[in-house]
């Protein structure tokens, strides 16, 4: 297998020995490594050199480095294989071996009333929502919160949103003026439950590791039968960001989730299709022969921000889109309140707190490394003054993001290398075999379906034996840019490749950086 995969299917251990080491104290209750992933300075958290770990076994070839790769091979290699058959354990929910501690269970009413007790006592569970899998704590508890740090290896300068079940009583989590509470009440009636997170100064319930330290926290009322659950069987609101290693491509199964986190304390509650059940059903039997489903939307939330009684932001594009934002603002208030949307893109290196999700340069990446394809090439193309070019941005790159999908030195690879990820039936048929593997988000180029695969398929893609590199679509150009919230699926395409951009040749069929 090539080193460029060695990846593809750790479930928990192995993925955390290529992560850094967890936090250097609030070690008793998790058995983890130290290696200074956070300071602390007057009991304030502040994210340190997360970004420093090594992906030398994931990068392209490295001419400086092949000796070292090659050993690492070796390793690696053999690492897989133990990891495919932990996995095999893993997924079969044969958990007899007391180093895996996640585990999934059936939605019955016995499994999500521990599941909710958990929450109460401060322990960690993973469910779905409509968009993606989140990994919940109690989001009063300081404790607990941190515990969801330390399971993904996140940074405390990421927020967390908080999930509730009532508009009212996030009514009670935020610090809002009456106007601004006008604005909050057409918001949560239009669009909760459902995909859209409001961000506004928080009250002094929220505890400040939940806002990042920047004193604004998220709410959102989440439109998916589990999690409504499970929020009324803990009786408080639970903090909770995507359940998966931090950086790493959004799980919207159960499986994504046990992949990522298999060595945390987690109870991941199973989402399956229960048409012939009630989740009131206290037999587990009862679900043997359902099919697990995944999250319907496929993309997290669109965060919008109350700055404040005349100004709104939208910080992260997402589920519902800009267009339908708008609609019902305009509708209510006319012309008295502005709406602006920003594409941010913050190093992984910051120390700065975020006041929403998803802003790093970095995200949703697979971990191997991930192209967006910028133009198809029907000629011998002389690429070569732009790899030069390409090759130093690179290195000047490297200090501030040292992720799998940074630091090329390679100029071109085969197609044949390659995991191909179109939309709209872009590649022509000829090359579609050519390809080590190929996938179209949506033929016809339905958005909504496109948002519903994206990170599933690159969770496919990174598992491809011998795959070097992912190549994605380009949603920026027409026709597809006008596509309704075509930006927040393209948004989490450009994190995924870290913003850099390949050409395809198909004089020579090859990848071009």
């Not at 106007?179 to 961000?199: A, H, M, R, Y």
């Amino acid at each position: 297998m090539s080193r460029f995969s060695v990846l593809n299917n750790n479930t928990g251990n192995q993925i955390k020995n290529n992560l850094g080491k967890q936090l250097s104290t609030f070690n008793n209750n998790f058995n983890f490594q130290k290696n200074n992933i956070f300071q602390f300075n007057n009991n304030n958290p502040i994210h340190s050199n997360f970004f420093s770990r090594s992906f030398s076994t994931i990068k392209l070839n490295n001419n400086n480095n092949n000796n070292n790769n090659n050993n690492n091979n070796n390793n690696n290699n053999n690492n897989n294989n133990n990891n495919n058959n932990n996995s095999n354990n893993i997924k079969s929910n044969k958990m007899c071996d007391s180093k895996y501690y996640a585990k999934i269970v059936n939605p019955t009413l016995e499994n999500l009333i521990e599941a909710g007790n958990k929450i109460k006592n401060g322990g960690l569970v993973a469910f779905p929502t409509e968009t993606v899998y989140g990994l919940g704590a109690n989001a009063l508890d300081k404790d607990a919160v941190l515990s969801i740090f330390k399971a993904k290896g996140r940074p405390l300068t990421d927020p967390v949103i908080v999930h509730i079940i009532e508009s009212e009583y996030a009514m009670k989590l935020l610090n809002l003026t009456e106007k601004q509470k006008e604005i909050f009440k057409v918001l949560s009636d239009n669009f909760w439950p459902g995909p859209l997170t409001i961000v506004a100064k928080s009250s002094e319930l929220i505890p400040m590791i939940v806002t990042a330290e920047t004193g604004y926290v998220g709410v959102r009322f989440p439109n998916h039968p589990l999690a409504q659950k499970l929020i009324e069987h803990s009786g408080k609101p639970i903090a909770a960001p995507s359940a998966n290693r931090f950086g790493h491509v959004s799980p919207t199964t159960a499986n994504h989730v046990l992949d990522d986190l298999a060595d945390s304390p987690i109870t991941i509650l199973n989402s399956i299709n229960d048409n012939n059940n009630n989740n009131n059903n206290n037999n587990d039997d009862s679900y043997k022969d359902n099919i697990e489903e995944a999250c319907k939307i496929g993309i997290e939330s669109t965060v919008l921000k109350i700055v404040s009684d005349s100004e709104l932001v939208i910080l992260r594009r997402g589920g519902i889109s800009e267009k339908s934002l708008r609609s019902v603002i305009n509708d209510k208030f006319k012309d008295s309140i502005q709406i602006t949307a920003i594409n941010k893109t913050v190093e992984n290196t910051t120390n700065q707190g975020q006041e929403a999700p998803g802003q790093l340069l970095t995200h949703y990446a697979p971990d191997i490394q991930t192209f967006i394809l910028d133009n198809i090439l029907n000629e011998c193309h002389n690429n070569n003054n732009n790899n030069n070019n390409n090759n130093n941005n690179n290195n000047n790159n490297n200090n501030n993001n040292n992720n799998n999908n940074n630091n090329n030195n390679n100029n071109s690879l085969d197609l044949k290398e390659c995991v191909f990820i179109d939309f709209g039936n872009q590649l022509p048929n000829e090359f579609k075999n050519q390809c080590l593997a190929y996938r179209d988000l949506s033929e016809n180029k339905n958005i909504l379906e496109a948002a519903n695969q994206l990170f599933a398929v690159l969770r496919w893609s990174e598992n491809q034996e011998g795959a070097k590199i992912i190549l994605l679509p380009d949603l920026r150009k027409e026709p597809f840019k006008s596509l309704d919230n075509s930006e927040a699926v393209f948004d989490r395409i450009f994190r995924a490749a870290s913003g850099k951009q390949a050409n395809l040749s198909t004089f020579n069929k090859k990848v071009l950086f």
